[in-house]
């Protein structure tokens, strides 16, 4: 009986987006666009967090893993997708599947909760300025990130299991682009019952606890902005509010669509624009929204950019 919880599938094959021949070229345009800017974007927030000691506070610690989180998170999905619009049959072993299912949870999980971790960030910075070099200590700011990467390492090995014990024993198709949660639990031969259970579970949970954390977090952070006599101090603040909000705005309400509605209104293409949109384009959104309009970022980008064209002006004042 136990051996019927082993999977027969050795491998699947990955439909893609689109089978219109009139689309592979230019959508396979377009996300090597995307992705390009994707892992330049977020190495490069990376690199200049990491070794522009200016930048060595707790907001930018935590935007810094943003971009960690974002990179590895496109790099999971966006080259499988790629290959989709270039080969004939875009095949994917099971180990790798499996993998590439584990990976994906991960990210998208840390994604959350670093966003919720940035939000309390931002609380701490608005409603206690005073004190907020000891509340958001070094030792702080490491445990809250340790805590962000348990939690989706966590959440990702309970999905993998769950998909794991399912047998696939029939079609071996997978009608999407990449290994995910509900396409495989449509291709399985067995009871998904647990499974999908453990998915309303497990991504209602995550869900709820960091979007009540993020909106009580804004609840007070919006009633100290508005006790601020300063309109200049008050538009600074709701421009810092205004970058993670439509960023966080952007990653739930898509996450909703895809895994939050009625089976009743099931509709694959509806889901698989939601899940590009969190899955390749938020995570080159995000460096764009947070350090374009930063203005410590670039004014670090303009020095990098003065020496690397010499400048003696950056040259001298980078020294």
Same mark, same amino acid.
């Given at each position: 009986?136990?051996?019927?919880?082993?999977?027969?599938?050795?491998?699947?094959?990955?439909?893609?987006?689109?089978?219109? $021949?009139?689309? %592979?070229?230019?959508?396979?345009?377009?996300?090597?666009?995307?992705?390009?800017?994707?892992?330049?974007?977020?190495?490069?927030?990376?690199?200049?967090?990491?070794?522009?000691?200016?930048?060595?506070? $707790?907001?930018?610690?935590?935007?810094?893993?943003?971009?960690?989180?974002?990179?590895?998170?496109?790099?999971?999905?966006?080259?499988?997708?790629?290959?989709?619009?270039?080969?004939?049959?875009?095949?994917?072993?099971?180990? +790798?599947?499996?993998? %590439?299912?584990?990976?994906?949870?991960?990210?998208?999980?840390?994604?959350?909760?670093?966003?919720?971790?940035?939000?309390?960030?931002?609380?701490?910075?608005? =409603?206690? $300025?005073?004190?907020?070099?000891?509340?958001? &200590?070094?030792?702080? =700011?490491?445990?809250?990130?340790?805590?962000?990467?348990?939690?989706?390492?966590?959440? +990702?090995?309970?999905?993998?299991?769950?998909?794991?014990?399912?047998?696939?024993?029939?079609?071996?198709? !997978?009608?999407?682009?990449? =290994?995910?949660?509900?396409?495989?639990?449509?291709?399985?031969? &067995?009871?998904?019952?647990?499974?999908?259970?453990?998915?309303?579970?497990?991504?209602?949970?995550?869900?709820?606890?960091?979007?009540?954390?993020?909106?009580?977090?804004?609840?007070?952070?919006?009633?100290?902005?508005?006790?601020?006599?300063?309109?200049?101090?008050?538009?600074?603040?709701?421009?810092?509010?205004?970058?993670?909000?439509?960023?966080?705005? !952007?990653?739930?309400?898509?996450?909703?669509?895809?895994?939050?509605?009625?089976?009743?209104?099931?509709?694959? +293409?509806?889901?698989?624009?939601?899940?590009?949109?969190? &899955?390749?384009?938020? $995570?080159?959104?995000?460096?764009?929204?947070?350090?374009?309009?930063?203005?410590?970022?670039?004014?670090?980008?303009?020095?990098?950019?003065?020496?690397?064209?010499?400048?003696? %002006?950056?040259?001298?004042?980078?020294?």
């Amino acid at each position: 009986m136990a051996r019927k919880n082993y999977s027969a599938a050795t491998e699947f094959v990955l439909v893609g987006l689109t089978d219109e $021949p009139e689309l %592979q070229l230019p959508l396979f345009l377009l996300f090597l666009g995307i992705y390009v800017v994707s892992v330049l974007g977020n190495l490069g927030l990376v690199l200049i967090i990491a070794f522009n000691s200016k930048l060595h506070t $707790p907001m930018y610690f935590f935007l810094g893993n943003l971009a960690c989180i974002d990179f590895f998170y496109s790099s999971v999905v966006t080259p499988k997708l790629l290959g989709n619009f270039v080969l004939e049959q875009n095949i994917i072993s099971y180990p +790798a599947c499996m993998t %590439q299912l584990f990976f994906y949870c991960d990210f998208a999980i840390a994604e959350c909760y670093m966003l919720t971790a940035m939000a309390y960030d931002r609380y701490v910075a608005i =409603c206690s $300025p005073l004190h907020y070099n000891v509340t958001m &200590s070094q030792k702080v =700011c490491s445990v809250l990130v340790t805590g962000v990467y348990s939690m989706a390492t966590v959440g +990702a090995m309970a999905y993998t299991i769950s998909i794991i014990r399912l047998s696939f024993c029939g079609d071996n198709v !997978v009608h999407y682009y990449f =290994c995910d949660i509900v396409p495989l639990l449509k291709l399985s031969c &067995s009871s998904t019952s647990i499974s999908e259970f453990l998915v309303i579970l497990l991504g209602g949970f995550n869900a709820l606890a960091t979007i009540v954390a993020i909106i009580i977090s804004y609840v007070f952070i919006l009633i100290s902005i508005l006790q601020i006599p300063s309109a200049e101090r008050r538009s600074k603040a709701f421009s810092t509010c205004g970058s993670h909000l439509t960023a966080a705005g !952007v990653f739930y309400g898509s996450m909703i669509v895809m895994y939050f509605k009625p089976a009743s209104s099931s509709n694959m +293409a509806q889901e698989k624009v939601a899940s590009v949109f969190y &899955s390749t384009v938020i $995570p080159m959104l995000n460096p764009l929204i947070y350090s374009l309009r930063n203005k410590d970022v670039k004014n670090v980008l303009r020095k990098v950019i003065g020496m690397r064209y010499g400048t003696h %002006q950056g040259s001298s004042q980078d020294h």
